[in-house]
Nanobody, 118 residues
């Protein structure tokens, strides 16, 4: 099993920045892709960004150019740097991990709340 713990959420004004972190523990050898998803009020959960074990990334169109996903394998950590935040970025942000690089996510964190005020 893999446990994922997010941190770094909070309240920020529009135009500001936040960095989310997610630390994995447990059977980390089984992890390939990691990613960030979010669920806003009244919305479905959606992919924000994903990174494979070899560093290939993909982003939701709504965050391209503003958010950057990275991972530090030695610390079993994935980051999401969020710049130029907008009120519509307000959501619970979830870290996720997959046993394959291009399959569905197998493990989920409990989420961290990001609130962007206008």
């Amino acid at each position: 099993q893999v446990q994922l713990v997010e941190s770094g959420g909070g309240l920020v004004q529009a135009g500001g920045s936040l960095r989310l972190s997610c630390v994995a523990s447990g059977s980390i050898f089984s992890i390939n892709a990691m990613g960030w998803y979010r669920q806003g009020p009244g919305k479905q959960r959606e992919l924000v960004a994903r990174i494979t074990s070899i560093g290939n990334t993909n982003y939701a169109d709504s965050v391209k150019g503003r958010f950057t996903i990275s991972r530090y394998n030695a610390k079993n950590t994935v980051y999401l740097q969020m710049n130029s935040l907008k009120p519509e970025d307000t959501a619970d942000y979830y870290c996720a991990a997959a046993r394959t690089n291009y399959g569905g996510m197998d493990y989920w964190g409990k989420g961290t709340l990001v609130t962007v005020s206008s």
